[in-house]
């Protein structure tokens, strides 16, 4: 059994991976940012730390085997730096398949940056390391979830915009598999990891709309009206980004990735069962 460090645990993305680490019988910690982990398991120990400032991880990382890594502000050169006394660390870093979409190549996008540095770091800092690569996932629909509740309506730029979107349990699945085998059993594997099938923001509400028994109306905003709500949350290099790259992705096929399946040996879930696993959460 391994002592892990999760980080982004209060996220989207990682939230479901303490649970499945302590069932398995690990011993787990979780960096505590700006969300107290009040809702975690008693069994996990949580430690204050921010993945920006080197100064602030020794205490999480004291003792720990193997981090589960996620890439926050630009890059992972705080945490490189804080592991640097920690040669017996092993990582498994949550990128993004952001760095090898070519709907990328040519634009300044944070994201893309951010995933692309991260690799770059861990890589120079030459820990035993992972790396999964995941698409958007399906808990990203939960941005929609306060229009849902107050006026069963949904705002989208392009309704035709597809992906196969990944099911964040399913990613937590992979992650508890590789964690559970030691990072060094899947030492220097990338993993690109997709939903089972390709959904638009049109089937995204049609499903929902289906699981939550109601009628949802779909409106379709202008391109004036998209970059305003975004400037509300994102730096202005995503906002200034962001229409030419929705654009490239419009005019991509989007691909499907069999790793979640042939590493669970399960088929990965779909748009709809992570929609019914989730109906309570948007009311
Ligand atoms: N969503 C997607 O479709 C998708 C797809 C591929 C890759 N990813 C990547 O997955 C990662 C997590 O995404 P997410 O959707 O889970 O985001 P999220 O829901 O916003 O969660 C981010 C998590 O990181 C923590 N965090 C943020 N800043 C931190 C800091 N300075 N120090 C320590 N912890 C910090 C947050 O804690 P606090 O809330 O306490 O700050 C939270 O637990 C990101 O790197 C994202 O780019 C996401």
């Not at 982990?37 to 004291?62: F, K, N, Q, W, Y």
């Not at 995941?134 to 915009?161: D, T």
């Not at 009206?225 to 790259?245: C, G, H, K, S």
Request: proline share 6%; charged share 20%.
């Amino acid at each position: 059994m391994s002592r892990i460090l999760v980080t982004g645990a209060t996220g989207n993305a990682a939230r479901h991976l303490p649970g499945k680490l302590l069932a398995a019988g690990h011993s787990v910690r979780v960096l505590v940012h700006r969300t107290p982990g009040t809702e975690l398991d008693r069994r996990i120990e949580t430690v204050a730390g921010d993945l920006t400032d080197a100064g602030s991880l020794p205490a999480a990382l004291d003792g720990i085997d193997q981090v589960f890594l996620v890439t926050v502000g630009d890059g992972a050169a705080a945490f490189a730096k804080a592991a640097a006394a920690h040669p017996e660390l092993r990582v498994l870093l949550l990128s993004s398949k952001a760095v090898v979409n070519t709907e990328f190549a040519g634009f300044d996008n944070p994201i893309y940056r951010k995933h692309l540095l991260a690799e770059q770091q861990l890589a120079e800092l030459g820990v035993p390391l992972a790396t999964l690569r995941p698409g958007g996932l399906a808990s990203n629909a939960l941005r929609w979830a306060p229009g849902i509740r107050e006026h069963s309506r949904v705002q989208a730029l392009f309704p035709e915009l597809a992906a196969p979107l990944l099911d964040p349990d399913d990613l937590a699945a992979v992650a508890a598999l590789i964690l559970n085998a030691g990072v060094d059993a899947h030492r220097g594997a990338t993993y690109t990891l997709t939903g089972p099938e390709v959904v638009t923001v049109a089937d995204q509400v049609e499903i929902l709309s289906a699981v939550l028994g109601r009628p949802l109306e779909l409106v379709r905003l202008t391109e004036e009206e998209a970059l305003t709500a975004l400037a509300r949350t994102q730096p202005p290099e995503f906002v200034r980004d962001y229409i030419p790259v929705q654009r490239r992705y419009l005019a991509t096929t989007p691909a499907v990735h069999g790793t979640v399946a042939e590493l669970l040996g399960r088929p990965a879930r779909t748009f709809r069962e992570w929609a019914y696993a989730n109906a309570f959460r948007f009311g």
